[in-house]
T-cell receptor
Framework: GESVGLHLPTLSVQEGDNSIINCAYSNSASDYFIWYKQESGKGPQFIIDIRSNMDKRQGQRVTVLLNKTVKHLSLQIAATQPGDSAVYFCAERLSYSGGGADGLTFGKGTHLIIQP | DAMVIQNPRYQVTQFGKPVTLSCSQTLNHNVMYWYQQKSSQAPKLLFHYYDKDFNNEADTPDNFQSRRPNTSFCFLDIRSPGLGDAAMYLC???????????FGSGTRLTVV
């Protein structure tokens, strides 16, 4: 039968405001985390990453916070612009086990809508 | 520019008819990944190649196969596509475990 897609959580903010997107990750053994932006019909685009030995990392207009105690990751976008409208995914990678390369496990995603 | 290229961008195939999606890279990365992303869902890893070594995820259906004839190219073969296989298929590369990932733009597969 036809599969039904899940509805993504949606966050709507006014242009110019700051936005915070949250993500709960699943594995305490993950050592590397990435935030991706995905626009409709396109592949994921890297925004910012953070390793598990850090709790905060800043980029241009973006900040990622990592709380390993509660397995929580957040992405802060400052002074949002219309071009920030997209789906945002967090992704985690398990720590290296010596067996090769591990792929990413993605979180569910949040649809960010920037209101003019 | 160095990049990950997926062809075609859109692919329509008939129910049960084998289909192949392709991915090429000019980054000389030694790892190539295939992800499946269904509508309004997160990408899900199907398998990856570390050099010539194939690594299948435990829950990837047998209907999905992959080939990597050389460093630059990787193919996703769907032997008998079903309606539930309609999705965006994403290829990604990395230099290895210590490096980041580069994604292609994806191939949107429709099964009719």
């Amino acid at each position: 039968g036809e599969s039904v897609g899940l509805h993504l959580p949606t966050l709507s903010v006014q242009e110019g405001d700051n936005s915070i997107i949250n993500c709960a990750y699943s594995n305490s053994a993950s050592d590397y985390f990435i935030w991706y932006k995905q626009e409709s019909g396109k592949g994921p685009q890297f925004i910012i990453d953070i390793r598990s030995n850090m709790d905060k990392r800043q980029g241009q207009r973006v900040t990622v916070l990592l709380n390993k105690t509660v397995k929580h990751l957040s992405l802060q976008i400052a002074a949002t612009q219309p071009g920030d409208s997209a789906v945002y995914f967090c992704a985690e990678r398990l720590s290296y086990s010596g067996g090769g390369a591990d792929g990413l496990t993605f979180g569910k995603g949040t649809h960010l809508i920037i209101q003019p | 520019d160095a990049m990950v290229i997926q062809n075609p961008r859109y692919q329509v195939t008939q129910f049960g008819k084998p289909v192949t999606l392709s991915c090429s890279q000019t980054l000389n990365h030694n790892v190539m990944y295939w992800y499946q992303q269904k509508s309004s869902q997160a990408p899900k890893l199907l398998f990856h190649y570390y050099d010539k070594d194939f690594n299948n995820e435990a829950d990837t259906p047998d209907n999905f196969q992959s080939r990597r004839p050389n460093t630059s190219f990787c193919f996703l073969d769907i032997r008998s596509p079903g309606l539930g296989d309609a999705a965006m298929y994403l290829c990604a590369t990395s230099r290895g475990h210590s490096a980041g990932y580069t994604f292609g733009s994806g191939t949107r597969l429709t099964v009719v």
